[in-house]
């Protein structure tokens, strides 16, 4: 995470952040990791089935999907469940300084608050890219509930997959996670799977804000 | 310059009061907090210190950012210096002096958590004249109801950033309109279109903040 990104992420073109922003930036990029306490893990099912071309069962339960993101794991061996979050401190530290009056570092925080789970779900990814690519298997992008028109209900199946209270992340009965910063969902592993590099192309929402959007890191 | 003219370029480019070193080129002067209370001081009617200071000067943001020329950082700041402005005739809405637009009420559709695009809107919205009741995220739909019953005549707003909880909005609006079908709802969030919007049955959609402000002003006009 650069200056650069951040730079990007708040829609400024290149070189154009407008003072005193890169300042501001880089105090809180020096101060973030006091606020974060990342926390995450995976489970690999190795058994489950896809139904009606969108349906998954695994272990009882049945998650729907979009057509396209089943169709993304359809030719996998087995499904890693995942959950990850930044820590409740990030959100702490931005809702401290909105209320302290200051909202243009409350907004910056939070913004870094999200781009530190994601992050940290790269990371967590491309540790299991490359256990299971030892083993002779590939992974797929990740899929989330809430993203590309998966139910965000969908959730509370997920986590119903996990040990209660697991890294610290709960679920709202609407379905919201806590601590917000918090991202769960899935990745299918197998010989004949493969990472795109835009999921967009086989999604229905024409009028998404994040279609195509461009990164230089791993499709979320 | 004019002082009110003054104040409202201290609101375009978010310049607070006098110790805030932003923006840059108006270090060390006064600032929107200063010039409020100046304006008070010289007699200038709240009034007029709202509807010809502070207004101009968000409108001038508000359509800044819709043309991409200014961003949420900036549009923050133009909101504090309204914000610090706004402390000074607080009394005088209190008082009945200054009155409002209407009342509008906002929130985050029930399971979704996203915030910004909302609390700009509310912001610019204010800065407009409107008074803003602003229910948070995650709101359901009985809280909302609870909300536009207790506020009659005001209008609602409703945000949703994830294409799945635009279903919850939908059942939201289908639901207000069922008990209430004179309410005028807005709606806005990244995923969302005008078609959607007529689907749903809303009545208006605006793909930013400033388009929301003029629809809002067309209503009281």
């Given at each position: 995470m650069n200056m650069e990104w951040i730079e990007s992420l708040l829609g400024y073109p290149e070189?154009?952040?407008?003072?005193?922003?890169?300042?501001?930036?880089?105090?809180?990029?020096?101060?973030?990791p006091e606020h974060t306490d990342i926390q995450g893990g995976y489970l690999i099912m190795d058994e489950f089935e896809i139904r009606d071309e969108r349906k998954i069962q695994v272990n009882g339960l049945e998650f729907h999907p979009t057509r396209s993101i089943a169709h993304q794991v359809r030719s996998a061996e087995k499904l890693a469940f995942f959950m990850i979050t930044a820590g409740e401190g990030i959100t702490t530290w931005s809702q401290q300084e909105l209320t302290r009056g200051d909202p243009m570092a409350?907004?910056?925080?939070?913004?870094?608050?999200?781009?530190?789970?994601?992050?940290?779900?790269?990371?967590?990814?491309?540790?299991l890219a490359g256990k299971m690519k030892s083993a002779g298997f590939n992974i797929t992008n990740r899929y989330s509930p809430g993203d590309c028109g998966w139910p965000v209900t969908d959730q509370q199946k997920l986590f119903a997959l996990f040990p209660a209270n697991f890294c610290g992340i709960t679920l709202s009965e609407s379905s919201l996670m806590h601590p917000i910063k918090s991202v769960s969902g899935i990745i299918g592993i197998g010989k004949h799977v493969r990472k795109t590099a835009y999921a967009c192309d086989l999604c229905e929402m024409e009028t998404c804000l994040y279609r195509y959007r461009k990164t230089t890191r791993s499709t979320p | 310059?004019?002082?009110?003219?003054?104040?409202?370029?201290?609101?375009?480019?978010?310049?607070?009061?006098?110790?805030?070193?932003?923006?840059?080129d108006m270090k060390g002067q006064d600032g929107a907090d200063e010039l409020a209370k100046m304006a008070l001081d010289q007699g200038i009617g709240a009034n007029d210190i709202l509807q010809k200071g502070l207004v101009p000067g968000m409108e001038k943001?508000?359509?800044?950012?819709?043309e991409n020329k200014v961003?949420?950082?900036?549009?923050?700041?133009?909101?504090?210096?309204?914000?610090?402005?706004?402390?000074?005739?607080?009394?005088?809405f209190q008082s009945g002096e200054v009155t409002r637009k209407g009342k509008f009420v906002i929130g985050t559709v029930a399971g979704d958590?996203?915030?910004?695009?909302?609390?700009?809107?509310?912001?610019?919205?204010?800065?407009?004249?409107?008074?803003?009741i602003d229910l948070g995220v995650d709101v359901s739909t009985e809280k909302l109801m609870e909300t536009i019953k207790a506020n009659p005549d005001c209008v609602v707003g409703l945000s949703a950033?994830?294409?799945?909880?635009?279903?919850?909005?939908?059942?939201?609006?289908?639901?207000i309109k069922a008990e209430l079908p004179n309410q005028v709802i807005l709606v806005g969030g990244a995923p969302l279109t005008d078609d959607f919007r007529k689907e749903i049955g809303a009545d208006f959609y605006s793909p930013d903040p400033q388009g929301a402000v003029e629809y809002l002003n067309s209503l009281v006009a």
């Open positions: 070189g154009n952040l407008p003072e005193p922003l890169p300042g501001v930036i880089c105090s809180i990029l020096e101060e973030a409350g907004f910056i925080i939070d913004l870094i608050g999200s781009e530190i789970v994601v992050s940290a779900l790269d990371i967590m990814q491309e540790d | 310059m004019e002082l009110l003219e003054q104040l409202s370029h201290c609101i375009e480019f978010g310049k607070i009061n006098q110790a805030s070193p932003y923006p840059p943001v508000g359509v800044k950012f819709r961003f949420v950082p900036q549009v923050l700041m133009s909101a504090k210096a309204m914000n610090a402005a706004m402390e000074h005739l607080k009394p005088f958590l996203h915030d910004i695009g909302k609390n700009l809107v509310s912001m610019m919205i204010e800065g407009s004249g409107w008074e803003i950033l994830l294409t799945t909880t635009m279903n919850n909005m939908a059942d939201t609006v289908r639901k």
